[in-house]
Protein backbone atom coordinates (compact mmCIF):
# COMPACT_ATOMS: atom_id res chain seq x y z
CA UNK A 1 0.00 0.00 0.00
CA UNK A 2 1.14 3.33 -1.07
CA UNK A 3 0.61 6.51 1.35
CA UNK A 4 -0.12 9.68 0.58
CA UNK A 5 0.34 12.74 2.41
CA UNK A 6 -3.04 12.81 4.14
CA UNK A 7 -2.18 9.50 5.23
CA UNK A 8 0.83 10.71 6.98
CA UNK A 9 -1.52 13.23 8.27
CA UNK A 10 -3.86 11.21 10.20
CA UNK A 11 -0.93 8.68 11.54
CA UNK A 12 0.62 12.23 12.95
CA UNK A 13 -2.77 12.33 14.60
CA UNK A 14 -2.22 8.82 16.46
CA UNK A 15 1.21 9.42 16.94
CA UNK A 16 0.90 12.82 18.70
CA UNK A 17 -2.00 11.44 21.08
CA UNK A 18 0.37 9.34 23.25
CA UNK A 19 2.78 12.72 23.58
CA UNK A 20 -0.11 14.77 24.84
CA UNK A 21 -1.40 12.55 26.96
CA UNK A 22 2.26 12.04 28.49
CA UNK A 23 2.23 15.70 29.54
CA UNK A 24 -0.51 15.72 31.06
CA UNK A 25 0.76 13.40 33.86
CA UNK A 26 4.32 14.46 33.66
CA UNK A 27 5.06 16.70 36.89
CA UNK A 28 6.40 19.81 34.66
CA UNK A 29 5.74 23.74 34.79
CA UNK A 30 3.34 24.45 32.47
CA UNK A 31 2.44 20.97 31.57
CA UNK A 32 -1.18 21.82 30.49
CA UNK A 33 0.17 24.29 27.63
CA UNK A 34 2.34 22.12 26.14
CA UNK A 35 -0.94 19.22 26.34
CA UNK A 36 -3.15 21.79 24.78
CA UNK A 37 -0.54 22.57 22.13
CA UNK A 38 0.16 19.00 21.15
CA UNK A 39 -3.66 18.24 20.86
CA UNK A 40 -4.28 21.52 18.84
CA UNK A 41 -1.45 20.16 16.54
CA UNK A 42 -3.24 16.68 16.52
CA UNK A 43 -6.48 18.03 16.05
CA UNK A 44 -6.03 20.46 13.22
CA UNK A 45 -4.41 17.55 11.63
CA UNK A 46 -8.61 15.99 11.49
CA UNK A 47 -9.77 18.77 9.11
CA UNK A 48 -6.38 19.30 7.11
CA UNK A 49 -5.88 15.53 6.18
CA UNK A 50 -9.54 15.47 4.64
CA UNK A 51 -8.78 19.02 2.93
CA UNK A 52 -5.33 17.63 1.51
CA UNK A 53 -6.75 14.12 0.24
CA UNK A 54 -9.88 16.17 -1.61
CA UNK A 55 -7.49 18.92 -3.38
CA UNK A 56 -4.92 16.43 -4.17
CA UNK A 57 -8.02 13.54 -5.31
CA UNK A 58 -5.43 11.42 -3.13
CA UNK A 59 -8.80 9.44 -0.96
CA UNK A 60 -7.23 6.17 0.36
CA UNK A 61 -8.92 3.04 1.65
CA UNK A 62 -6.21 3.62 4.47
CA UNK A 63 -7.87 7.19 5.27
CA UNK A 64 -11.06 6.33 5.45
CA UNK A 65 -10.73 3.72 7.75
CA UNK A 66 -8.24 5.15 9.91
CA UNK A 67 -9.19 8.79 9.58
CA UNK A 68 -12.70 8.10 12.02
CA UNK A 69 -10.33 5.67 14.00
CA UNK A 70 -7.50 8.35 14.55
CA UNK A 71 -10.19 10.53 15.66
CA UNK A 72 -11.64 8.51 18.36
CA UNK A 73 -8.11 7.73 19.49
CA UNK A 74 -7.13 10.96 19.66
CA UNK A 75 -10.73 12.41 21.46
CA UNK A 76 -11.27 8.84 23.62
CA UNK A 77 -7.94 8.78 24.94
CA UNK A 78 -7.92 12.80 25.71
CA UNK A 79 -11.11 12.59 27.47
CA UNK A 80 -10.33 9.31 29.66
CA UNK A 81 -6.84 10.91 30.87
CA UNK A 82 -9.52 14.43 31.99
CA UNK A 83 -11.47 11.72 33.69
CA UNK A 84 -8.50 10.07 35.28
CA UNK A 85 -7.41 13.37 36.54
CA UNK A 86 -10.58 14.18 37.85
CA UNK A 87 -11.62 16.94 35.24
CA UNK A 88 -14.57 14.93 33.46
CA UNK A 89 -17.64 13.22 34.97
CA UNK A 90 -17.59 8.97 34.26
CA UNK A 91 -21.23 9.44 32.98
CA UNK A 92 -20.09 12.33 30.33
CA UNK A 93 -17.42 9.88 29.21
CA UNK A 94 -19.27 7.02 29.47
CA UNK A 95 -21.87 8.17 26.80
CA UNK A 96 -19.84 10.05 24.79
CA UNK A 97 -17.12 6.43 24.10
CA UNK A 98 -20.43 4.72 23.77
CA UNK A 99 -21.64 7.00 21.37
CA UNK A 100 -18.22 6.27 19.47
CA UNK A 101 -18.22 2.53 19.81
CA UNK A 102 -21.47 2.07 18.48
CA UNK A 103 -20.65 4.08 15.40
CA UNK A 104 -17.88 2.60 15.00
CA UNK A 105 -19.60 -1.06 14.82
CA UNK A 106 -22.49 0.30 12.64
CA UNK A 107 -19.67 1.54 10.46
CA UNK A 108 -18.03 -1.55 9.73
CA UNK A 109 -21.14 -3.16 9.41
CA UNK A 110 -22.07 -0.76 6.56
CA UNK A 111 -18.81 -1.29 5.02
CA UNK A 112 -19.28 -4.80 5.40
CA UNK A 113 -22.37 -4.55 3.25
CA UNK A 114 -20.61 -2.38 0.59
CA UNK A 115 -21.49 0.98 2.27
CA UNK A 116 -18.56 3.70 3.02
CA UNK A 117 -20.29 5.63 5.68
CA UNK A 118 -18.76 9.26 6.03
CA UNK A 119 -19.28 11.80 8.75
CA UNK A 120 -22.20 14.25 8.18
CA UNK A 121 -22.75 18.06 9.23
CA UNK A 122 -23.48 17.28 12.64
CA UNK A 123 -20.65 14.32 13.50
CA UNK A 124 -18.48 17.34 12.27
CA UNK A 125 -20.16 19.80 14.65
CA UNK A 126 -19.62 17.12 17.39
CA UNK A 127 -16.31 16.49 16.82
CA UNK A 128 -15.37 20.16 16.43
CA UNK A 129 -17.23 20.81 20.32
CA UNK A 130 -15.83 18.03 21.18
CA UNK A 131 -12.23 19.45 20.64
CA UNK A 132 -12.66 22.78 21.95
CA UNK A 133 -14.34 21.46 25.07
CA UNK A 134 -10.91 19.43 25.78
CA UNK A 135 -8.91 22.25 25.01
CA UNK A 136 -10.82 24.78 27.46
CA UNK A 137 -10.76 22.04 29.80
CA UNK A 138 -6.96 20.70 29.65
CA UNK A 139 -6.01 24.64 30.08
CA UNK A 140 -9.06 24.98 32.75
CA UNK A 141 -10.75 27.72 31.18
CA UNK A 142 -13.72 29.38 32.48
CA UNK A 143 -16.59 28.01 30.57
CA UNK A 144 -14.88 24.59 29.69
CA UNK A 145 -17.85 22.59 31.34
CA UNK A 146 -20.68 24.14 29.25
CA UNK A 147 -18.99 23.83 26.03
CA UNK A 148 -18.53 20.07 27.38
CA UNK A 149 -22.66 20.05 27.68
CA UNK A 150 -22.97 21.41 24.62
CA UNK A 151 -20.38 18.79 22.56
CA UNK A 152 -22.43 15.83 25.04
CA UNK A 153 -25.57 17.17 23.25
CA UNK A 154 -23.90 17.62 19.54
CA UNK A 155 -22.78 13.34 20.63
CA UNK A 156 -26.01 12.18 21.46
CA UNK A 157 -27.79 14.12 18.80
CA UNK A 158 -25.02 13.16 15.95
CA UNK A 159 -25.49 9.33 17.09
CA UNK A 160 -29.70 9.50 16.78
CA UNK A 161 -29.21 11.65 13.51
CA UNK A 162 -26.57 8.36 11.90
CA UNK A 163 -28.96 5.55 13.78
CA UNK A 164 -31.77 7.01 11.63
CA UNK A 165 -29.90 8.07 8.54
CA UNK A 166 -28.77 4.23 8.11
CA UNK A 167 -30.81 2.18 9.51
CA UNK A 168 -31.61 0.63 6.28
CA UNK A 169 -28.71 0.31 5.58
CA UNK A 170 -27.02 -1.41 8.52
CA UNK A 171 -30.25 -3.48 9.63
CA UNK A 172 -31.15 -5.27 6.64
CA UNK A 173 -30.53 -8.18 5.89
Known amino acids: MKFKLADYLTLL ?5 PICLLFLFLPVAHKELFAAGIFIVAALT ?4 GYVA ?4 ETTS ?8 ADKILIGS ?10 VSG ?8 REILITILRALAK ?5 VGAGVWGKIKTFTQIIAIIMIILSLPGA ?4 YVALFFTVFSGVDYLIKWRGIVFSK
Request: a positive charge.
Open 91 to 98: WVLTIILG
Open 112 to 116: RKGFS
Open 13 to 17: RIVLT
Open 46 to 49: DGLD
Open 145 to 148: DILL
Open 62 to 69: FGKSFDPL
Open 78 to 87: ALYSLFMLGK
Open 54 to 57: RVRK
